[in-house]
């Protein structure tokens, strides 16, 4: 009998110690899934980068349709902002989706902007500026230096061409500076619908 209830005891302490295991790698899967999952949104945020010069803040947006928001609103429902922190001492808003509105980590513009997420290699950036020009750069580190230094210096800039009437100045480099930027110009009137 004694020699029953040990195996008794035994059995229900393997029991629970492989129940609680359980309940560990289920949790660390799910965890784990979650990563992977913000990991993958992150990377597919990393393709567009939107950028609104407005009233003296910088407005940085990772999504478009917030960002065309934004530029017919002049306002973002929810944002994260960072006073004086802009090259100039500028204030910087991260207009975000309502799915990155509730998020501390993992926003793909704030990540961008910090240096902490690059640019996809088919990344695509515009910048609107207080003066109605739209730039537009097919490099996160172009898009950032102009940014800094407030002008793009190797460029094509096509006059009127922007959804409402506005300069379009494409982003060029010792690449490709004697070149049309045909692939850039067919990714801007493709966002656009022009």
């Known amino acids: 009998m004694k020699k029953n209830l040990i195996t008794i005891a035994c059995t229900l302490s393997t029991v629970a110690l492989l129940t609680a295991c359980g309940a560990n790698v289920k949790e660390e899967t799910t965890q784990a899934k979650a990563q992977v999952k913000e990991a993958v949104q992150q990377a597919v945020k990393n393709t567009m980068l939107f950028e609104a010069h407005h009233e003296g803040r910088i407005y940085i947006f990772d999504d478009f349709a917030t960002y065309q928001d934004f530029l017919v609103l002049g306002e973002t429902s ?11 001492g500028e204030t910087i808003v991260f207009g975000l989706t309502n799915e990155d509105k509730k998020k501390v980590s993992g926003i793909a513009s ?3 902007y910090d240096g902490k997420l690059k640019g996809a290699d088919e990344f695509y950036g515009e910048m609107y500026t207080e003066e109605g020009r739209i730039y ?13 230094v407030g002008e793009v210096v190797l460029r094509y800039t096509d006059i009127g061409a922007g959804p409402k009437g506005e300069t379009v100045v494409y982003a060029l480099n010792s690449s490709n500076k004697k070149k049309k930027p045909v692939s850039l110009i067919a990714k801007f009137k493709a966002i656009h619908a022009l």
């Not at 929810?78 to 100039?88: A, D, L, N, S, T």
């Open 78 to 88: 929810y944002r994260k902002v960072r006073i004086g922190e802009g090259p100039r």
């Open 136 to 148: 537009v750069f097919s490099s996160l580190e172009e898009m950032q230096q102009a940014r800094l």
């Open 110 to 112: 704030v990540d961008m």
